[in-house]
């Protein structure tokens, strides 16, 4: 591929591959020198030069050392979009139909939920991308970040494209909105979930935090594409007017929605019945995930498939075959005696959150099993045992990757706030016990790994997975 076809330059190269990372230069690369909040790329210019690039893209403040003649340096502005931009010309393909959401918390689960109504509808090559890397049928990839950096995603919007998707559902971080590694993405519908307080590390300001989320819908939807606003939400009146400047269509959803209305929610051990009204129309479904947030989830990504296809008679009824994100308040299926839940909750924030979030659901007891990590903060394990002890009816204390630390001290700090609560230090033989032992009526949260495959023990990670031994335990307490 020639440069000129990438991007304006002064003089034609033949660019056979693009990085951030000099490393990663090989022969005929195009090498781009982005600004960082702790390196200067620009200070690996001769590294990549040496390994074979052809071809520079800077800042335009930057001072170049000498370069060899035959190196074309294009300057510009904001080398972090121009670097997404080249990316995309190079990568060249992208599923069909993408949309991308936004939003402090909820992006997982809506990705998935989006993901999983267009595939129960018949869109079969369709997948989700972000914090759990990329998820569909057959397809199964772990990521690391939500938004990836602008190579490696257009790359695997390639790979995607490729091999036959069609739709996807992406998240969009705000660091990732932030630094442009968006930017050539094709979004045909953007959905915002919420707003609160968080990155403020980054952003310094909730305004610069929003600025940050609102370029999905002022910058990168398309023209003629679809906004989706959760209009509970106190920064939406802002939203919609970004959206109103461009003449985006809008759908909006919530409690307060003009378009998807939740009228009404009652929680079951298993899940929630809800009255929703869809463009006037009511409906009345059983969703089987939990919480008030996960409605508006599961809503949010209804808006988002209706954005291509505006039938919701199609889409409705599909909300109730909906699978919670693994390892997020994940229903185990198959218990005849109370609902037993995954979930990742492992600081005492996120442990009071599910319990509170469950509690609506418990018609009986609330049973919480759960342990603290090892080589990690310490200061947290007493407050989390007082935590499960006074939101949980009955607790079970057991180990959570004790890593180099003796398990048994860590039980007993966890213990030290919860000193009535039940010790099984093996956490396979700690389900067991808390899945026998329940009721009619009662729920069970197994937290703190989520969807982790491994429990660190020592230097070894020995084969663990919450969900599996939930399934076991329930089989043979059948």
Not at 24 to 37: E, H, I, Q
Not at 136 to 160: M, N
Not at 279 to 293: A, R
Not at 371 to 391: S, T
């Amino acid at each position: 591929m020639q440069l000129t076809s990438l991007i304006d330059a002064e003089k034609d190269v033949l660019i056979e591959g693009v990085t951030v990372d000099s490393r990663k230069v090989r022969t005929n690369y195009l090498f781009a020198a982005l600004p960082g909040s702790k390196e200067d790329g620009s200070k690996y210019i001769k590294d990549a030069i040496n390994h074979g690039a052809s071809a520079l893209l800077v800042h335009e403040k930057v001072d170049l050392p000498d370069l060899p003649e035959n190196i074309v340096v294009i300057k510009t502005k904001n080398t972090r979009r121009d670097f997404a931009l080249i990316a995309s010309k190079f990568y060249k393909r992208q599923p069909e139909h993408i949309v991308a959401v936004t939003g402090t918390s909820g992006k997982t689960s809506t990705a998935s939920f989006t993901q999983q109504i267009w595939h129960l509808s018949g869109i079969t090559k369709c997948a989700s991308l972000g914090t759990l890397g990329v998820s569909g049928p057959g397809i199964k990839r772990y990521g690391g970040l939500t938004t990836p950096g602008s190579e490696a995603l257009h790359a695997e919007l390639a790979d995607l494209a490729s091999v036959g998707v069609t739709h996807l559902a992406m998240e969009a971080s705000s660091h990732g909105l932030y630094q442009y590694r968006l930017d050539g993405v094709h979004v045909d519908a953007a959905a915002y979930t919420n707003l609160s307080r968080d990155h403020l590390d980054y952003h310094e300001t909730m305004d610069a935090y929003f600025e940050a989320k609102s370029r999905l819908f002022s910058n990168l939807l398309t023209d003629n594409g679809v906004a989706v606003i959760n209009k509970d939400d106190e920064y939406a009146d802002r939203l919609i007017d970004i959206c109103g400047k461009r003449n985006l269509k809008t759908i909006t959803f919530g409690k307060n929605g003009d378009d998807i209305k939740l009228v009404s929610r009652q929680a079951k051990p298993d899940g929630q019945k809800i009255e929703i009204e869809v463009f006037g129309k009511s409906y009345e479904i059983t969703l089987p995930l939990v919480g008030d947030f996960q409605v508006i989830n599961a809503l949010c990504a209804l808006g988002l498939v209706l954005s291509d296809d505006n039938d919701p008679e199609k889409y409705v009824s599909l909300l109730e075959k909906l699978s919670g994100v693994p390892g997020r308040l994940q229903l185990v299926e198959g218990s005849s005696k109370g609902a037993v839940y995954v979930d990742y909750a492992h600081k005492p924030a996120a442990l009071e959150t599910v319990l509170k979030t469950l509690r609506p659901h418990t018609e009986g007891r609330l049973v919480c099993v759960f342990g603290c990590g090892g080589d990690r903060d310490p200061g947290k394990r007493g407050m989390m045992g007082e935590i499960a002890g006074e939101y949980a009816d009955v607790v079970i204390v057991t180990d959570d990757n004790p890593r180099s630390e003796d398990a048994v001290s860590i039980r007993k700090q966890v213990l030290e706030g919860c000193p009535e609560a039940k010790e099984i230090g093996d956490r396979a033989e700690a389900i067991n016990w808390g899945i026998e032992h329940l009721q009619e009526g009662d729920v069970l949260v197994i937290a703190g790994k989520g969807h982790e495959e491994g429990q660190i023990i020592g230097d070894k990670v020995l084969p663990f997975n919450d969900l599996e031994e939930a399934e076991k335990a329930i089989a043979k307490d059948k």
